[in-house]
């Protein structure tokens, strides 16, 4: 792509890969979509979340909904909005991704306790898993197909088998960031939206077709269940995000304060609460993402903090620069689970480059030149001043290491907390 356009607002560009588009003032469809925040009626909205859920209530002693939860991002707002905000009584489910922090693993046993639910855990095995992984990380350069695909399909395997119709989720990406619909249009989980975006096109079955030394053993687990079976037990997956004022920061700081939900620090991205239950998410899988993209995690949260009017613009490209080129921090625990070599790994890094962002000049290193090289006429000296103000700092001051002391190693079962 030669022509980088930017929305005027945010700094997302046309290049983003859920589709971004762009109306006649420069703004983004996520930046408008996001001003839906300060013009709909929120209390209207919330009366139709109550009485939507008013109808899967059970007195029969069986669940009302299903929460699927990874103890990271919304997991304790979405518990704290359906327990305790909508008394309902919710069967939360996770995937195990394998990649387990400490501090992930502390909150995910102090969500269970706080919000005095129940939890299934899926443990899909590890065989297959890191068959997966080697897979589509040398094919799509990703490391978390398997952990999405586990994490969607889960929740409606459960629906199924203990016949709860109604799973609730927190924020609908495809609203939040980039305004593919209107919270209006109150869209709810598919089938179609969850092949084409969150796993890029690439059904379980497809990987089958696709690579070889997979076999049917390996994905069966990650297979969406059939259309007859979801409609027999009426399934819905709603987006709390479409009902309720969506602003993450004021969120987990509520999530602190009430529920003692612990922050982290990450090396390649400012914000301490979203993906500190992963070693990988905001590590290797966000530097593949600068690979093959041009941008990385840091450009997600300084959008959605010019959104909500925490920072500037300005201040925003200066927290991108800080960022994105950070290096990977957890490279050898990830080496070391997948059975793989520095120098494979490079191998495939580089493989994965997208040349419209990285140059190799008579090859003698990488040089990025991604989004953040293309915003125009920049200067570095007034850039580097841009840094945001302290009161926007204390937002971000983590609490704990992602390994609360101990050794950096994948937390594999997950016992032993508190
Ligand atoms: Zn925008």
Known sequence: MSNFKFCKRCLYSNNHPLNLTFDDQGLCSGCRVHDEKNTLDWSLRWNKLESLVSEYRTNDGNYDCIVPVTAGQDSYYIMHIVKNKLGMKPLMVTYNKYFNTPVGIHNLANLRMKFNSDLLIKNVNPISVKKIIKKTLLDFGNIYWANIAGQSVFPVEIAIKYKIPLIIWGAHQGVEQVGMFSHENEVEMTRRYRKTHDLFGYEADDLLTTFDGLDESDIWQYRYPDNQDIRK????????????????LSQHMKMVREYKYK???LNRTFDIYDYIDCYNYADIHDFLKLCKHGYSKVTDHVCREIRHNRITRENGKFLIKKYELNPISYQKQFLDYIGMTERGLNFILDYHRNTDYWTNPEHNGWEFSGLSSKWGTNDTKQLA???PDQKFGKNFQASHAVNLGQNDSYIIIGKGFP
């Open 263 to 265: 922050t982290a620090n």
């Open 233 to 248: 037990v009426g399934i819905r997956g709603i987006y709390l995000s479409n009902y309720v004022c969506w602003d993450p």
């Open 385 to 387: 001043s841009s840094a």
